[in-house]
Every structure is written in C-alpha cells, then in structure tokens.
T-cell receptor, first 111, second 115 residues
C-alpha cells in the first residue's frame, strides 16, 4: 500500500523565518505535486515536479524532488502571514491514474 | 479558464434521500476525478474517469454512483447515505491521466451533510 507521509504535521513559525516541510513516500514515482488548502477552501496547485532533481520556485516557496530517496521538500523562505494554510504533497501512481495525498502540514505564520 | 465548477456548494440530505453532485469543466480535459475529504484529513480518491469511462473505483460503497455524461460533466449520485458520509466532496480534472506533468485542477467542493 502506498504511503505518503509529511512532517511536521503542524508548524508554527514567526514571520521572516525559514523552514522546510518534508514529504516521504513508499513507492517509486517521478511525479509529485504540492497543493495549498486554506480553511474551508479547495486545493490550489503550487508545483508539479516531474523528475529526479527537479526544483521549482514561486515567490517564497521552493519545492524539490529526490526520487532515489523518495523525498520531496517544500522550503519556505522568510515566511509571511499570508502563507498560513495546510500544505499537501501528493504522489502520482497506479499506472499514472491515482493521486495519493500526504498527511498534510498545517502551517501557521505568526506576525 | 482553469475552472472546475461544482454544484451545489452545500447540501443537507436525509439518509433516505437521493441527490446528486455535479461537476463541470470546459478546459478540454479528458480525465476527471471525485475525491472525498473529511475534516483535517487529506483528500481520498474515490473515482477516476478517463475519456468518459470509469477507470478507477477505490472500493467505494455502491450508495455513491458516479456518472460521466460527456467529456465536460461529471456527476456523483447519492442514495441511502450514512451520517459518516458527511464530508467535502471535491471534483478535479486534468488534461489526461499519466501525461507528463499535467496539473490537476480542483473545484471548490460540495459540502455534504447527511442527517
């Protein structure tokens, strides 16, 4: 059974600080997604990582993928309050039809 | 236009009712999905449609019945639900299953309460 685990599950950080969210998965895949979800809202696509060593950046967020280690990271630089949300990684598997979500990381940025 | 539209946004139904959730996209996407999300949990895949044919059913109880009338529409028919089925139901679409890194776009969801 595919497992996608994130840590930490909850992260409280001050504005201006840096931090990394980790996403570990249990099967081989070279397609990994990061999503953001605000409370009571739907999922917003942040990044699609396609291959080993892929790195993508958008504003204060940078995502990377290491398929050999089965690990993706989402790095937050100089956090601001607007980044407060739950972040999910998600893995494509099952003949490229199934997207399995990680456990989620609830990020709270304190002014 | 990268929009997936879901209706209704909120639905309250009794355990003996029959209702439907509707999803529509006009991006020309050929893959459509239903996910269920309970509070403070990640979304869980229910069904995948590829080119209007059901390709994945994640052992979902038969009280949930999906339907894909055409390439733009996806329905989820609900009958004899249980209170534990109360959740946010998310529809999503992508250009195709398995093609490159195509983004999966999610709708705003339908909040379902079963009483």
């Amino acid at each position: 059974e595919l497992k996608v685990e994130q840590n930490p599950l909850f992260l409280s950080m001050q504005e201006g600080k840096n931090y990394t969210i980790y996403c570990n998965y249990s099967t081989t895949s070279d397609r990994l997604y990061w999503y953001r979800q605000d409370p009571g809202k739907s999922l917003e696509s942040l990044f699609v990582l396609l291959s080993n060593g892929a790195v993508k950046q958008e504003g204060r967020l940078m995502a990377s993928l290491d398929t050999k280690a089965r690990l993706s990271t989402l790095h937050i630089t100089a956090a601001v309050h607007d980044l407060s949300a739950t972040y999910f990684c998600a893995l494509l598997s099952g003949g490229y039809q199934k997207v399995t979500f990680g456990t989620g990381t609830k990020l709270q940025v304190i002014p | 236009d990268t929009e997936v539209t879901q209706t209704p946004k909120h639905l309250v139904m009794g355990m003996t009712n029959k209702k439907s959730l509707k999803c529509e996209q006009h991006m020309g996407h050929r893959a459509m999905y239903w996910y269920k999300q309970k509070a403070k949990k990640p979304p869980e895949l229910m069904f995948v449609y590829s080119y209007e044919k059901l390709s994945i059913n994640e052992s979902v109880p038969s009280r949930f019945s999906p339907e894909c009338p055409n390439s733009s529409l996806l329905n989820l028919h609900l009958h004899a639900l249980q209170p534990e089925d109360s959740a946010l139901y998310l529809c999503a679409s992508s250009q195709d299953v398995g093609l490159g890194g195509n983004t999966i776009y999610f709708g705003e969801g339908s909040w379902l309460t079963v009483v």
